[in-house]
């Protein structure tokens, strides 16, 4: 099959040409013709969304794989192609029946494909839970996460650990042979967080949020992540990060940002009641936080939306689009599968008018939107 005269995003820019593929690329770029006409649309790869709670009322940490199919369907017709179920800081049973429900999950033919776990919790600063829930709070323990990602069938790509716990530089370095490890929800300063990022951690979760700012004298987790070359996440809904903060991060970090959703069940819901990880939350004109709090809780929008709205902010097309593609995908190890239009990659495409609405989604080569 080919789409043609698109604008085709490959080697990081946009160029006139198209994509030829079955279940994977077989060529992209200038000089693909025939086919399908795209009528100067965007051709991008399919977006990676490497921390995603939950949606349409569904959440990861549930335990049901039909939730998980439900939510898969959800972020394919907003043409994220790929995803990582995100987990919350519950107890062992219940990460250990989320981690089954997972996978047990066989996307469907209108679904996007599960790239892996993402275990945000428990291994966090009580000083910092943020939202999660600091009962089930636990020192970090590569015992537990070796449970837990058997349970998975070996699906962990990304843990998240507070480096000033008890055992955490330990756990580090056992953890990063299995999956890519972040830091986050911690009071971690310069000092330690390159001692983490040392003992093999290469991500920061949320970068800003649920750590300590950056300070001239006291640089903390921000600057220790861009002095390691750390991978570092974002949320671009407006409201967890400022958008002049936004194009900063973009400035310092370049291809080492990740555009990531960090939603919620309420995403895709209407404003009201909801839950997180066994704690309240609400949702008020699309501001999620813990009921009667003013802490957030996370995001009520698709990875697609936060696309958008870093373009508006500021954040170059060409920038925005490898922040919620190639950039994950790298974060997680997928790359080389996922997350660029080239050759031998599989064939997760979406297209896009001028004004970034999406056109068609495809997974594998099957159109599954529009």
Same mark, same amino acid.
């Given at each position: 099959?080919?789409?043609?005269? @698109? ?14 593929? #079955? ?6 770029? $200038? ?10 649309? &965007?051709?991008? =790869?399919?977006? +990676? ?12 940490? #549930? ?5 998980? !199919? ?28 989320? *981690?089954?429900? /997972? ?13 892996? !776990? ?24 590569? #015992? ?21 716990? =008890? ?33 093999? @951690? ?9 750590? $300590? ?13 861009? #002095?390691?070359?750390?991978? +570092? ?9 400022? $958008? ?36 309240? !939350? ?21 990875? *697609? ?9 500021? +954040? ?7 922040? @919620? ?6 974060? !997680?190890?997928?790359?080389?599968? /996922?997350?660029?239009?080239? =050759? ?17 989604? &495809? ?8």
């Amino acid at each position: 099959m080919t789409i043609s005269n @698109a604008k085709v995003f490959v080697g990081g820019r946009f160029v006139e040409g198209g994509v030829s593929f #079955d279940e994977t690329i077989a060529a992209a770029g $200038p000089g693909v013709t025939g086919g399908e006409d795209a009528a100067g649309a &965007y051709l991008i =790869p399919g977006l +990676v969304d490497i921390h995603t709670h939950a949606a349409v009322g569904e959440d990861a940490s #549930d335990g049901s794989t039909e939730g998980v !199919i439900k939510m898969s369907r959800y972020y394919a017709a907003g043409g994220v192609t790929s995803w990582c179920p995100t987990t919350m800081t519950l107890k062992e049973p219940e990460l250990t029946r989320a *981690m089954e429900a /997972i996978a047990a999950f066989r996307r469907p033919e209108d679904g996007a494909k599960v790239a892996g !776990i993402n275990l945000e919790g428990p291994f966090l600063s009580l000083k910092k839970c943020g939202a999660q829930n600091p009962d089930n709070l636990h020192v970090p323990d590569a #015992d537990l996460f070796h449970r837990l990602n058997a349970a998975s069938g070996g699906l962990a790509r990304l843990v998240t650990v507070a480096p000033e716990e =008890p055992g955490a530089l330990d756990f580090i370095r056992e953890v990063s042979q299995s999956c890519a490890v972040s830091l986050g929800h911690t009071t971690a300063d310069y000092d330690t967080a390159m001692a983490a990022y040392a003992a093999g @951690a290469s991500h920061a979760t949320h970068l800003f949020n649920a750590m $300590p700012p950056l300070g001239h004298r006291e640089p903390g987790v921000v600057a220790a992540a861009l #002095d390691a070359g750390a991978t +570092v996440e974002l949320i671009t809904d407006g409201l967890h990060i400022h $958008p002049a903060v936004i194009r900063l991060v973009h400035r310092l970090f370049g291809e080492r940002l990740a555009l990531i959703s960090d939603s919620l069940r309420c995403a895709g819901m209407p404003d009201g009641d909801y839950e997180l990880g066994g704690q309240p !939350i609400t949702m008020k004109n699309g501001k999620a936080t813990l009921t009667g709090t003013d802490t957030l809780a996370g995001s009520s929008i698709h990875l *697609m939306d936060g696309l958008r709205r870093a373009v508006g902010f500021g +954040v170059p097309l060409e920038a925005a689009v490898t922040a @919620a593609s190639l950039t994950p995908a790298r974060a !997680i190890g997928l790359d080389g599968e /996922i997350g660029s239009l080239a =050759p031998g990659k599989r064939a997760d495409m979406v297209l896009l008018d001028r004004e970034l609405k999406v056109l068609a989604v &495809y997974v594998d080569g099957k159109k599954v939107s529009k």
